[in-house]
């Protein structure tokens, strides 16, 4: 999914996550779905839990770079998401090696960040909602709905004035 095809002149590799990253709004689902079946293949390979969480964070942070239009197709190519849970399914799928105090920072890390990231969309929707109520609430308006009201009779008065007015 990541290696798949070299930048003729380079050594760098791209594959067909890159390619899918480029059709917007469905490339990020499909290449996240796909990188599903290696964790899935994990799991079923007695890979420990907080190495899972590992290959899935690795699979959100690509997703999350991916749905930058274009940018994020390039940004692809050089984080590889794909490969490197490959290599933690290699290295933890012998018995071999067992999760990491590097695992579980890493872990903890796309926790906090993921909160943050959270938080900071709750109060860009709040800041957004916020400033369409002053705008729809502000003088130019009036205070909606009594001014409005107001200003609807007043106009109305004023059509009557002219209609009555002789000629």
Known sequence: MDTAFVIPGTKIRFGFDAIIDLIPGVGDAVGALIATVIITHSSHL???????????????????????????????????????????????ASGARKSTVRDWIFVATLLVALLAGLAFLAWGAWALAR??????????FG????????????MQSAASDFIRRPT
């Open 46 to 92: 007695g890979v420990p839990k907080i190495v899972l969480v590992r290959m899935a964070g690795n699979v959100l942070l690509n997703t999350l770079v991916g749905a930058v239009p274009f940018l994020g197709a390039v940004l692809t190519v050089f984080f590889r998401s794909n490969a490197k849970n490959y290599e933690l399914l290699r290295a933890h």
């Open 131 to 140: 400033s369409i109520y002053r705008g729809i609430s502000s003088d130019s």
């Open 143 to 154: 205070s909606w709905p009594l001014e409005g009201q107001n200003a609807m009779r007043k």
